[in-house]
């Protein structure tokens, strides 16, 4: 079977969440051939740097705006699909002699759906939602299947118009090695690991890292991704952090962490489940990480700090010497990878694909 797995580099969780899905389908079966395609890179060549360039300035300076023009997108629900997009749409599958196409980006399920409207093509679409809210841009009519998070994921699609059949609840995709080599940690120094996403968005302030950099009793790891200005500010003003870029380690760095300090983002909130290390959020700002900070909250596998007049130093320092409370959290992410066992994303996914193929 050619299986084509279309996302995009608007943060790295939508690029994390392909790879899960690829290894998890090529693990089960070795002879399928599975695709991880750009499409903006495909499909817009000459501009996609600058789509991507501006999508990283309003996620990181104009989050506001950022979270307007998401909300519009979603009440459109359409894509404007010109006979020379839906020739590359043709090439793309012809080139790949694809069988059934998965997309982790919402904005792929409009093309496709699109697409297979124009064309009347029967091709599979299934769509990965990557975060547990619902946003109307992930709603396509041409999905044959939907997998998503939670329950609470489902209620809320079926709430906006799409079937019931037609959704799984699968958990999001997190790859293997998230599962995988959990130890006892051999160091009694509490440990914070520090992740801002894929674009090095840290979510909190310089008094927070000061803070932290001066109390012995605590050791901090800051990835800070693709930003190297941050990397660098990072590694000359505080000595007692470590600093590193893009790594691909981050189930390491999660799993001997006491605690992660990140943003609400769905990949990082089901890697970091997967990893058994519960989750600190600071300030959710945009639209999408939402949901996903309720999600943290209400599952108790987590804290969310939503009142910016909170003093975040003083509420993180008792959360990680709270060995109860981060027992439990653990438990509770323990309990969560018992209803979404991960190999089960495979085996739907493959059941579905043999129905519609």
């Given at each position: 079977?050619?299986?084509?797995?279309?996302?995009?580099?608007?943060?790295?969780?939508?690029?994390?969440?392909?790879?899960?899905?690829?290894?998890?389908?090529?693990?089960?079966?070795?002879?399928?051939?599975?695709?991880?395609?750009?499409?903006?890179?495909?499909?817009?060549?000459?501009?996609?740097?600058?789509?991507?360039?501006?999508?990283?300035?309003?996620?990181?300076?104009?989050?506001?705006?950022?979270?307007?023009?998401?909300?519009?997108?979603?009440?459109?629900?359409?894509?404007?699909?010109?006979?020379?997009?839906?020739?590359?749409?043709?090439?793309?599958?012809?080139?790949?002699?694809?069988?059934?196409?998965?997309?982790?980006?919402?904005?792929?399920?409009?093309?496709?759906?699109?697409?297979?409207?124009?064309?009347?093509?029967?091709?599979?679409?299934?769509?990965?939602?990557?975060?547990?809210?619902?946003?109307?841009?992930?709603?396509?009519?041409?999905?044959?299947?939907?997998?998503?998070?939670?329950?609470?994921?489902?209620?809320?699609?079926?709430?906006?118009?799409?079937?019931?059949?037609?959704?799984?609840?699968?958990?999001?995709?997190?790859?293997?090695?998230?599962?995988?080599?959990?130890?006892?940690?051999?160091?009694?120094?509490?440990?914070?690991?520090?992740?801002?996403?894929?674009?090095?968005?840290?979510?909190?302030?310089?008094?927070?890292?000061?803070?932290?950099?001066?109390?012995?009793?605590?050791?901090?790891?800051?990835?800070?991704?693709?930003?190297?200005?941050?990397?660098?500010?990072?590694?000359?003003?505080?000595?007692?952090?470590?600093?590193?870029?893009?790594?691909?380690?981050?189930?390491?760095?999660?799993?001997?962490?006491?605690?992660?300090?990140?943003?609400?983002?769905?990949?990082?909130?089901?890697?970091?489940?997967?990893?058994?290390?519960?989750?600190?959020v600071i300030k959710p700002f945009l639209e999408q990480e939402f949901?996903?900070?309720?999600?943290?909250?209400?599952?108790?596998?987590?804290?969310?700090?939503?009142?910016?007049?909170?003093?975040?130093?003083?509420?993180?320092?008792?959360?990680?010497?709270?060995?109860?409370?981060?027992?439990?959290?653990?438990?509770?992410?323990?309990?969560?990878?018992?209803?979404?066992?991960?190999?089960?994303?495979?085996?739907?996914?493959?059941?579905?694909?043999?129905?519609?193929?």
């Amino acid at each position: 079977m050619n299986i084509i797995i279309l996302t995009g580099r608007f943060g790295m969780g939508h690029i994390k969440a392909a790879e899960a899905i690829r290894e998890e389908i090529l693990r089960d079966n070795e002879a399928n051939n599975v695709e991880i395609i750009d499409f903006m890179d495909y499909m817009f060549p000459a501009i996609s740097k600058y789509i991507y360039k501006g999508f990283n300035f309003l996620v990181s300076s104009c989050s506001g705006l950022y979270n307007s023009l998401n909300k519009a997108a979603g009440n459109n629900g359409t894509v404007p699909l010109k006979v020379a997009v839906t020739r590359k749409i043709d090439r793309l599958i012809s080139q790949h002699e694809a069988d059934a196409i998965v997309v982790a980006f919402p904005v792929c399920s409009q093309y496709i759906s699109a697409y297979k409207r124009m064309r009347r093509c029967s091709i599979p679409l299934y769509t990965y939602v990557t975060d547990i809210t619902a946003h109307e841009e992930w709603i396509a009519p041409g999905t044959d299947k939907y997998f998503v998070g939670d329950t609470v994921t489902k209620n809320a699609l079926i709430s906006k118009g799409v079937l019931e059949e037609k959704i799984i609840v699968s958990g999001i995709p997190v790859r293997q090695c998230f599962y995988t080599g959990h130890t006892q940690k051999k160091s009694s120094q509490k440990e914070i690991l520090i992740m801002g996403g894929g674009l090095g968005l840290i979510p909190s302030s310089g008094d927070f890292l000061r803070s932290l950099n001066d109390n012995p009793d605590i050791k901090v790891t800051l990835i800070a991704g693709k930003n190297e200005k941050l990397l660098t500010s990072i590694r000359e003003k505080y000595d007692h952090i470590e600093a590193i870029g893009y790594t691909d380690r981050v189930d390491y760095y999660m799993k001997k962490a006491d605690i992660i300090v990140t943003k609400a983002g769905g990949i990082t909130t089901f890697e970091a489940i997967a990893s058994k290390t519960p989750l600190y959020v600071i300030k959710p700002f945009l639209e999408q990480e939402f949901g996903n900070a309720k999600y943290i909250e209400e599952h108790n596998i987590g804290r969310v700090l939503w009142n910016k007049d909170s003093d975040e130093i003083e509420d993180i320092v008792n959360l990680i010497h709270n060995d109860k409370l981060l027992e439990t959290m653990k438990e509770n992410m323990s309990k969560l990878i018992e209803e979404f066992e991960h190999s089960d994303l495979y085996k739907d996914t493959k059941k579905e694909m043999e129905k519609c193929s």
